[in-house]
């Protein structure tokens, strides 16, 4: 059975995954906003997934780590505006999170082909 951190968290390779501003923007931006430690909670609504996942991710300048899920790989990007485009991947599992970030929380889908699951994320600075 996949945990659902594994699949929202894991969507983005869950230990150390990249935030990046999209591409084609040719002006300097910060993503240092999105800078500190983040309780996430995972929720399955389709699938055999874990029902509810608790788990914790660190943002400092734009890089991501999952103290949760530390051998996960993620890959994708958090633009200026906040949206959320990420893939985790773990021991043959993937997970594609979706959602959008601001200051202090996020929020979004998250889907697992691999494990035939889906739900809802939310993250929450802390402190």
């Given at each position: 059975?996949?945990?659902?951190?594994?699949?929202?968290?894991?969507?983005?390779?869950?230990?150390?995954?990249?935030?990046?501003?999209?591409?084609?923007?040719?002006?300097?931006?910060?993503?240092?906003?999105?800078?500190?430690?983040?309780?996430?909670?995972?929720?399955?609504?389709?699938?055999?997934?874990?029902?509810?996942y608790?788990?914790?991710?660190?943002?400092?300048?734009?890089?991501?780590?999952?103290?949760?899920?530390?051998?996960?790989?993620?890959?994708?990007?958090?633009?200026?505006?906040?949206?959320?485009?990420l893939?985790?991947?773990?021991?043959?599992?993937?997970?594609?999170?979706?959602?959008?970030?601001?200051?202090?929380?996020?929020?979004?889908?998250?889907?697992?082909?691999?494990?035939?699951?889906?739900?809802?994320?939310?993250?929450?600075?802390?402190?």
């Amino acid at each position: 059975m996949m945990r659902p951190a594994f699949a929202a968290v894991l969507g983005a390779s869950i230990a150390a995954f990249s935030l990046a501003a999209r591409a084609a923007d040719t002006k300097p931006i910060s993503l240092s906003h999105y800078d500190g430690t983040y309780s996430i909670k995972i929720t399955t609504s389709e699938g055999p997934c874990e029902k509810s996942y608790r788990g914790s991710v660190t943002i400092t300048d734009g890089q991501v780590s999952a103290s949760s899920e530390p051998g996960a790989s993620v890959s994708g990007l958090i633009e200026e505006d906040g949206t959320v485009s990420l893939s985790f991947r773990e021991n043959g599992q993937i997970a594609n999170v979706g959602g959008k970030m601001w200051a202090r929380q996020g929020r979004g889908p998250w889907s697992s082909p691999t494990a035939e699951c889906g739900g809802w994320w939310y993250a929450e600075r802390q402190g």
